[in-house]
DNA sequence: TAAAACCATATAGCCACTATAAGGTCAATA
DNA sequence: TATTGACCTTATAGTGGCTATATGGTTTTA
């Protein structure tokens, strides 16, 4: 198949696959006399497995490293274990660190109602002196 | 005071500081014979309110929009209220976003112990095949 | 006087795409 | 046959908010 059905068929942007090919995340595919990539079966099971872990906010490093531990079947799998809680944690982390900032956010609100003139709007003047932490 | 000094009194870098300038975030200061910047308290002050916006994650655009309010004192504040509220909305979402991935990948992760092989990874198995969503 | 610390500009890199430009290929239609 | 439209190609620049590097001038300190 060519790029366009390749495309529609994992649901990404005929450029993303190309980003992809260059990154090595997909190998290139052979090409027809005219240049057009031509790709298999394999390489739609291989750009799913990329948008999967991309969906998971994976990154393109780390599903590199994914990659490579799929080309040693035999090792044990920890590795991919911990890379997985490590990114857990990652986004446990984020979420806390929005969790605080929203809290920050909805004080700072609190402290104007509408309708006053800019001058002494309570969410400019919170921004403007230091009171913030 | 010259760039590293205000750099300094602020804690942040002297490039940032020249990047905000160039992006019209702060006003560009008078230069010595040399070249030198010269910055004043209003400075100070300026970069100060960019950094406090900064940490609560508000874009340069909504800085910049804020900056603009701030030349005209005199009229309603709602609009700045408005742009904490979009703010605000805009962290709840991220927070619910990240909540579900989290759930996305304890599940994952709960399909693997460590000690396998490669070959027969949970978590592996997990993101080849097309079960996730 | 020489080194260290400071200042200047310009340019490239980060991440994962996305957009644009400029052009070649192919099948179907007027 | 000519042309339209859908497809393909490469190359390059832009997104955001910095950060890093290169190269060179200036000032302060030892």
């Given at each position: 198949?060519?790029?366009?059905?390749?495309?529609?068929?994992?649901?990404?942007?005929?450029?993303?696959?190309?980003?992809?090919?260059?990154?090595?995340?997909?190998?290139?595919?052979?090409?027809?006399?005219?240049?057009?990539?031509?790709?298999?079966?394999?390489?739609?099971?291989?750009?799913a497995f990329i948008r999967r872990c991309r969906i998971l906010?994976?990154?393109?490093?780390?599903?590199?490293?994914?990659?490579?531990?799929?080309?040693?079947?035999?090792?044990?799998?920890?590795?991919?274990?911990?890379?997985?809680?490590?990114?857990i944690a990652q986004v446990r982390s984020q979420i806390t660190d929005l969790q605080v900032l929203e809290k920050q956010l909805v004080s700072l609100r609190a402290s104007c109602n509408d309708d006053r003139e800019i001058e002494a709007c309570g969410v400019l003047e919170g921004l403007s002196e230091g009171s913030m932490q």
């Open positions: 198949m060519r790029i366009g059905q390749l495309a529609r068929s994992v649901g990404v942007d005929t450029q993303t696959i190309r980003f992809y090919e260059r990154e090595g995340l997909l190998p290139p595919p052979d090409r027809q006399d005219n240049g057009y990539r031509i790709y298999t079966e394999r390489h739609v099971e291989r750009l906010e994976l990154s393109l490093a780390e599903i590199h490293e994914l990659q490579r531990y799929q080309g040693a079947p035999h090792q044990p799998c920890r590795a991919i274990n911990t890379l997985l809680d490590d990114h």
